[in-house]
């Protein structure tokens, strides 16, 4: 139903306007078997972007824009809503066929322990003292006493170390000096760890491997190869991600799968505005002419992490900077005489709503997502506005261990841009062609 309420939206407006589908799509730089499948309803288009020119140029009011958006976003939810419902029948069909022969099997299996286990308890119980042998872990229980042996043997040593350590702390001044540290490091390390058996393990080990030889000499190394080792560098590497964003964001604010999906507003006559530039140079290219996207804006982002650590993106928000109206500028169009429109998935943004949120279209996954250092994600993002001028930018919610942060995703510390065009006229550039831009009628 919301497919057919949409479709319908598109034919009202369509017939409105009085135009036929060859000539809306030389207007739309569309073929019109593509226009004729959106207004039929065959085909819900993955992107709003060619919806909107449509109803531009068959002279919608703002009102019915934002009523078309709508209809479209139910379109393309029922539409996913139609492909889960196919597939659903089909799971419960295979848990009723699999748990069958289980049952059975398990039935089967049971049956033969029960007169197993009375003939083994009436068979000669001698006979299964010498079988049982599970004597061969014999092994592991030689290994035990070993461990014991040498866990007796630490605790002499321990002992002794101590009474050694006595004895040389009333002699010299010069051991004092070397055993303090060790002492130090080992309630360091249990006020830190909060367990106070680990400590002294560790403190006497070190005692007692340094005592069989001169202490003078190997004093110095206990105590410098404990303290750093375990304390020193642990700490700081666990705290490395609480001083700064665990992951970067690259940003591409112009980017485009057809030319002909993206136009420039710029405050310049054709003969002052070079030709349309791949997509690869559309940032230089606007940047010296201060142009701003007309209609539509499609932001792709990069997020990868910085280190081992994963990290949850939890959300994606959009912030309205400021808002006003539409620029007055000439519209130049990036390509001229594109084929069909690419399905993508990405976010979709309406700048004319009150509180513009990002939906997930054309099958996008939703948030929340995970990234780390060898695990990347790129979201595509599509702003588009019918009748204002609006400075925007995104905010990425995320978490980390115990962080939980936002980030702010910019055309590198400036606001995206989007602005309405004041009609439907435009610039294109033809193919192949040097004689400049051409000027598109619009009605």
Not at 44 to 66: G, S
Not at 114 to 119: D, G, H, R, T
Request: proline share 11%; with cysteine.
């Amino acid at each position: 139903m919301a497919g057919d309420d949409f479709a319908g939206l598109l034919r009202e407006l369509k017939e409105r306007s009085g135009l036929s589908y060859g000539a809306l799509g030389k207007r739309l730089h569309m073929s019109g078997s593509t226009l004729h499948r959106y207004v039929s309803g065959e085909v819900v288009p993955v992107e709003f972007a060619p919806v909107e020119r449509l109803a531009r140029v068959c002279r919608a009011t703002p009102e019915e824009l934002l009523e078309l958006h709508r209809r479209w976003i139910r379109a393309d939810a029922l539409r996913g809503v139609k492909k889960e419902e196919t597939e659903r029948p089909e799971e419960p069909e295979d848990p009723v066929g699999s748990e069958g022969p289980k049952e059975s099997e398990g039935a089967g299996s049971e049956e033969p322990e029960e007169p197993e286990e009375p003939a083994v308890a009436d068979s000669a119980p001698a006979v299964l003292t010498p079988p049982a042998s599970p004597t061969p872990p014999v092994p592991p229980r030689r290994r035990v006493p070993r461990a014991a042996l040498y866990a007796a043997t630490g605790v002499v040593a321990v002992s002794a170390a101590v009474a050694l350590v006595a004895n040389l702390v009333s002699s010299s001044d010069d051991t004092e000096g070397s055993r303090r540290p060790a002492g130090a490091v080992a309630h360091s390390s249990a006020s830190q760890s909060g367990t106070a058996p680990a400590s002294p393990s560790t403190s006497p080990s070190t005692s007692s491997s340094t005592s069989p030889s001169p202490s003078v000499s190997l004093s110095p190394s206990g105590p410098s190869s404990a303290s750093p080792t375990r304390t020193g560098p642990a700490a700081p590497d666990r705290r490395a991600p609480s001083t700064g964003t665990p992951f970067t964001v690259a940003t591409n604010p112009y980017y485009w799968y057809l030319p002909c999906d993206h136009a420039f507003l710029v405050d310049r006559s054709p003969e002052n505005v070079p030709k349309p530039p791949p997509q690869q140079g559309a940032v230089g290219w606007a940047a010296p002419l201060k142009a701003v996207s007309a209609n539509r804006q499609e932001v792709v982002l990069t997020v990868q992490g910085t280190g081992p650590e994963t990290v949850i993106l939890e959300d994606l928000h959009v912030r309205v900077v400021s808002s006003g109206p539409a620029l007055d500028w000439n519209q130049y169009v990036m390509g001229n005489g594109c084929g069909g429109q690419v399905d993508t998935k990405s976010f979709d943004v309406s700048l004319d709503l009150g509180t513009p949120t990002a939906t997930p279209i054309g099958g996008q996954r939703d948030f929340p997502y995970s990234v780390s250092e060898s695990d990347a994600e790129v979201f595509h993002v599509t702003a588009h506005t019918s009748g204002q001028d609006v400075r925007w930018y995104l905010e990425l919610e995320w978490s980390s261990g115990g962080r939980h942060e936002v980030t702010r995703v910019d055309d590198h510390g400036r606001p995206f841009r989007t602005s309405a065009s004041r009609d439907a006229s435009s610039y294109a550039y033809p193919l192949g062609g040097d004689g400049g831009w051409e000027l598109v009628e619009g009605d």
